[in-house]
């Protein structure tokens, strides 16, 4: 087994334990990993962040996406996303993270959407218009820093978000609420 395998596996390891909250994703933990990952060539490298996407695609709980990005979120560029289907990523990363908006989550997400604005031309009018949904609701969460909610703008502006606009289902209610009753 060449060595480094073994440093692949092992910074596989640090990303799990801190996804599962066993480790926190301090920096001294994001100077190891990156260390490591220097250790790493090209190919095994890409192997690595493929593992961690799938982990955060599987995810059930914000909160561990939210670790793994603060521990190797820097590590994960938009080329990497861009080789995942977009529809997952959006559902399973993007959504979970507008749903509990943190700042280095957002951030992150802010980065990776601003370099590949491209991103999103593959996915399903449907995943589009649920991003649109979350993007909204989280930006009317009153207690965000400036910079998340800026953040938040940086990403409604890149997808083509009108965060004025009221989502079609919020439209359907008022219409239905306007409606002459008979």
């Not at 060449?2 to 990303?15: G, H, K």
């Not at 080789?83 to 700042?103: K, M, T, W, Y």
């Not at 009018?125 to 979350?134: A, M, N, V, Y």
């Not at 990403?155 to 609420?177: F, Y």
């Amino acid at each position: 087994m060449e060595l480094s395998t073994n440093v692949r596996d092992a910074i596989l390891e640090q990303v799990r334990k801190c996804e599962k909250g066993t480790i926190p994703p301090s920096a001294e933990n994001q100077k190891r990993i990156t260390a490591l990952l220097e250790l790493l060539n090209k190919g095994l490298g890409g192997s690595l962040i493929s593992d961690v996407l799938e982990d955060m695609v599987a995810a059930t709980e914000s909160a561990a996406i939210q670790r793994t990005i603060e521990l190797f979120g820097s590590h994960i560029n938009s080329e990497s996303l861009v080789a995942f289907d977009p529809d997952r990523i959006v559902r399973r990363i993007f959504n979970p993270i507008l749903g509990s908006p943190q700042e280095a989550s957002i951030d992150w997400m802010a980065k990776v959407i601003e370099a590949q604005a491209k991103f999103l031309n593959g996915m399903e009018e449907q995943t589009k218009d649920e991003i649109s949904t979350r993007l909204r609701k989280a930006s009317q969460t009153a207690s965000l820093p400036a910079t998340t909610t800026q953040a938040l703008m940086k990403i409604a502006s890149n997808l083509d978000v009108d965060l004025t606009k009221p989502d079609a289902e919020e439209s359907e209610a008022k219409e239905a609420d306007a409606a002459p009753k008979t």
